[in-house]
């Protein structure tokens, strides 16, 4: 699917996924199915914060394809009209630990990291989702996400 052109007729055009998903994981709402990619990352994110130890803050965005057209989603169509689509989001997420304890930085992360960390860490992510979108109204079904740490901040 060339930049900017768009599929008539799916229950969301492949170029509002980004926006769509990220507002998903911000407010829980949205036109995304259960599954372990949506209501999956939301649990996990949730049982992160149930760890008296720390606290992790996260802030999810679509990808601004004005400033990063290379990012912009690929789609092709299915035989039943609808489509298969991959498409990029960002988020962030920053560990603040308890009064006392300093965080502990896997050694990927800690090779990116600016500054030390001695009360937070702040990962930036970039994430790949493959998407079946229905042709008419329906949920989108996230099939599959990869996510990689693309820079890090200690505090």
Known sequence: MPVGQDYPGLAASPQELSEAYAAYLTDEEGPFAAGPHTTGVLDNRSAENSNPEFVMDYVDQAVDLAQEPHMAPVAVR????????????????????????TPSVDPEVEELMEGTAETSVTRHWVTMQSALVPEGEGEIEIVHRATGVVRAEGE
Not at 78 to 101: E, H
């Open 78 to 101: 299915t035989a039943d009209g609808g489509a298969f689509v991959v498409f990029s989001a960002l988020f962030s997420d920053r560990k603040t630990m308890a009064q006392g304890l």
